[in-house]
């Protein structure tokens, strides 16, 4: 698939850093050495700073306008700004790395930024998107991309550059079980052809098991950020397994504890769809159609492989876009005296009705804090000052978002963003919840307390529509499943 390179050495020496507008170091006093072709994958709790050491290694951090930095990073002994082309970084949100409104292009983006003749880069191209098995048209839009396959496109991105260091921030969150697959193997022919070095974060981490060979599990404690362990696979998670779970890291053999069944039947029906296609553009429709029902008490499992159209449904049912055809008819106890097709309701008569909460966090934050994040939907419903304080510290309590109440939403970890876009969409009380993939960045603890969270309001009564490869959260809610693209 590619030629030999060669693999490039990453160091850190008592390196942190922090954003200007947060107060905590999301890294501090790491030390490690990454040899030439090792394979690593980084661990540790959401939050640790995993995502910002590899980012600091990517050189994507910003200048000093935009943060603090102490220590040194190294890429081959160069400050990692200078290293250019010698490390391929997928992010861990897609849509920041798409750059180009066609495939083709945005995969050759980073070959003609290093200069590769001409005659050299569509075969790249071509052979990085047979790599991903992302089989589409290159002159397809990137908009028109699920998230999935914009995880695809990254990693083809990358692969076409052939790089010294090939960093991937949670690969895998977006795809379907057969997509994680493929993306592992992708990588690991990758890493068979051309000798590069491997540092991966992932926090379900059985399926690059097989592929890695070192296991680094960074923390924290009031010194700053520290290498709780470093070893073999069987070295890290065998020897202290149990510890690194309680920790907070996903270890295989150590599952997170899961809250019981329903103690109930489900309630009456919120919202009813029949004969109900749906489409992102109109007359374009990409699923269905659906016969379905949401019921009070309830959490309805929407899978299906990428593509086929789950997050569209879910927008759907959630009153943010039109059905393509058929209908979705909110019930009165849903509607009250509002019309009966929630798309047609105003954004106030939603806040409290139907809170969604997107596939990306990026694209639903609002404010500058994370408190007042929790407020913009209180605030929009006239809620009194104390009213909107004692929401707000209580879902920062529940989320473990506390102390990270005066940070800037964007300077978040993924994990933490997802958190926050959950308790925003709770702030309002809605009776009906869409989530699209809720879970999405999760260490072990987090994801169980989310889990636990979600149960809590659908015994509660809340409905639940939620969107999910993770087939482990659909088991722990006893989750009704519509299985989409069938």
Not at 32 to 57: D, H, M, W, Y
Not at 111 to 139: K, M, S, T
Request: with cysteine.
């Amino acid at each position: 698939m590619t030629s030999p390179t060669t693999p490039a050495t990453l160091e850190a020496h008592g390196w942190g850093w922090r954003y200007a507008t947060r107060l905590r170091w999301a890294v501090r006093e790491v030390d490690l050495r990454i040899e030439p072709g090792e394979r690593v994958l980084l661990l540790g709790a959401s939050g640790s700073g995993k995502s910002t050491l590899l980012q600091g290694f990517g050189g994507v951090l910003g200048g000093a306008d935009e943060g603090e930095t102490h220590g040194a990073l190294r890429v081959d002994g160069r400050a990692p700004t200078e290293a250019r082309g010698r490390v391929g970084m997928v992010l861990q949100d897609p849509d920041t790395q798409t750059i180009l409104a066609r495939v083709g292009d945005d995969v050759a983006f980073g070959c003609e930024n290093l200069g590769v003749p001409r005659e050299e880069i569509w075969p790249r191209v071509r052979q990085a998107l047979d790599a991903v098995e992302l089989d589409v048209a290159l002159d397809r839009s990137t908009a028109a991309l699920s998230g999935g396959q914009k995880q695809r496109l990254a990693l083809a991105g990358v692969l076409a550059m052939r790089p010294g260091a090939i960093l991937l921030d949670e690969p895998t969150a977006n795809l379907d079980p057969q997509g994680v697959a493929d993306v592992r193997d992708a990588v690991s022919a990758a890493l068979d052809a051309t000798g590069a070095t491997l540092v991966v974060i992932e926090h379900r981490i059985d399926i690059w098991l097989p592929l890695v060979t070192r296991v680094i599990v960074l923390g924290a404690d009031p010194a700053g950020t520290v290498v709780l362990a470093d070893g073999t696979p069987e070295q890290v998670l065998g020897a202290r397994g149990a510890e690194l779970a309680a920790s907070g890291v996903w270890v295989p053999g150590h599952p997170p504890a899961v809250p019981p069944a329903p103690a109930q039947r489900p309630g009456e029906t919120l919202i009813e769809a029949l004969g109900l296609t749906v489409a992102r553009r109109r007359a374009l429709a990409v699923a269905g159609p659906f016969d379905l029902d949401v019921r009070a008490g309830e959490v309805v499992g929407v899978t299906g492989p990428n593509g086929a159209g789950k997050s569209t449904l879910g927008l759907t049912l959630a009153g943010l876009i039109p059905a393509e055809s058929g209908s979705v008819t909110a019930l009165p106890a849903l509607a009250s005296d509002e019309k009966a097709d929630p798309f047609r309701w105003s954004s106030r008569a939603l806040l409290t009705r139907i809170a969604t909460v997107l596939q990306t966090p990026e694209h639903q934050l609002l404010a500058t804090t994370v408190r007042d994040e929790l407020s913009v939907g209180p605030r929009a419903l006239r809620l009194s000052d104390g009213e909107i304080a004692t929401r707000t510290d209580e879902l920062l309590a529940r989320l473990r978002l506390a102390s990270l109440a005066d940070a800037n939403p964007y300077t978040l970890s993924g994990g933490e963003k997802r958190r926050l876009t959950v308790a925003a969409a709770l702030a309002t009380r809605p009776r009906m919840l869409v989530l699209d993939e809720p879970t999405f960045g999760q260490d072990a603890t987090t994801w169980a307390e989310l889990v636990g969270l979600i149960a809590r309001l659908r015994d509660e009564g809340t409905a639940v529509v939620a969107i999910s490869h993770d087939e482990a959260v659909l088991d722990a809610l006893h989750a009704r499943r519509v299985v989409v693209g069938r």
